[in-house]
């Protein structure tokens, strides 16, 4: 039996599967212009299959682009809350796995601890999905990714500004760079910032990420800027953490030190007025809104990926 293609971080599909991915959603989203959301694609690749989505945490746009990323390939979702479900009744991982792995084609995970999503992969016999954990997002930096090249700026070479926490984002984000050969220089506070191993292991891969205690630094000659909540979902709003990120507020005077074509990203829900101004976030640099619906079309070709029907360019 073939072993199951997970996609728990970027590194498990690697540059070549996200290039592939990337050129597929972009090429999707273009075929389907016109088409009512709910239709499929003219080929509906995964017709017949299922989707089982398990969700530990809120969602919004990880519900809704799964659910309609495989109503789109022509597949249905089938979408489980721990508080529905024997999972919220102490039911293990384990034989969660193994009873989906009987009655669903693949599995999206989004959950707390990342450790949860490596025992579910352990032991399923179909694709599993980290569609966010702790440590970290991967479906959401394959969205990020479409939303740089479709506004036509290629990756290698690219110069990312990261202000803020060095949370789950950032770490794909991180991640992504190695792969893909891009430049990220994050701007965190003492305290906040990411941990030195991950930046180390994505500079050995081909990557140039720095960190800097300077936002200026960071969003100096940017082409695109990046944000996130500075509280996780689950935290409480501590007051401490608010103070030191404080000067990190993405602003315009900070996105004047960008290029002048520089996109700001924000994987939402926002706090406007805490981690950027209400100017950037409704601004003309901003892209937030595109890169949430680019969650349907990058998460389309991650399911395509997980289940061999889309192969990594060479």
């Given at each position: ?99 989906l792995s009987r009655m669903v084609d693949v599995i999206a995970l989004r959950t707390d601890d990342h450790a949860k ?105 940017a082409d695109v800027v990046i944000t996130d909540t500075w509280t996780s979902m689950g935290q409480s709003h501590e007051e401490q953490k608010l103070r030191a990120l404080a000067p990190f507020q993405v ?64």
């Open positions: 039996m073939t072993a199951a293609r997970h996609f728990l971080s970027l590194s498990d599909a690697g540059g070549d599967a996200i290039t592939a991915m990337l050129a597929d959603a972009l090429d999707r989203k273009t075929a389907r212009r016109g088409l009512p959301r709910g239709a499929a694609d003219n080929d509906a690749p995964l017709a017949g299959h299922v989707l089982g989505l398990v969700f530990e945490k809120s969602s919004t746009r990880t519900r809704v682009s799964f659910d309609i990323a495989m109503r789109q390939l022509g597949g249905t979702a089938l979408v489980l809350d721990s508080a529905t479900t024997q999972l919220g009744r102490g039911e293990s991982i384990k034989d969660t796995a193994r009873v999503v490596e025992e579910l992969a352990h032991y399923a016999d179909v694709p599993v999905i980290n569609s966010l954990t702790d440590l970290s997002h991967p479906c959401q930096i394959v969205a990020d990714l479409l939303t740089v090249v479709e506004r036509g700026k290629p990756l290698p070479g690219l110069q990312v500004a990261w202000l803020g926490d060095g949370n789950n984002v950032l770490y794909s984000v991180i991640e992504a760079a190695g792969l893909m050969q891009f430049t990220v220089r994050v701007a965190s506070p003492a305290g906040y910032g990411p941990d030195e191993a991950v930046v180390a292991l994505a500079n050995r891969a081909g990557g140039n990420v720095t960190v800097t205690a300077d936002p200026q630094i960071a969003a100096k000659g602003t315009a005077n900070l996105m004047r030190l960008a290029r002048p074509d520089a996109m700001f990203l924000h994987c939402l829900p926002a706090h406007v007025g805490e981690e950027v101004t209400e100017d950037v976030f409704e601004g003309a640099q901003s892209c937030v809104f595109d890169e949430a619906e680019n969650r349907i079309h990058a998460q389309k070709s991650v399911l395509l990926w997980c289940l061999g029907k889309l192969a990594a360019t060479s």
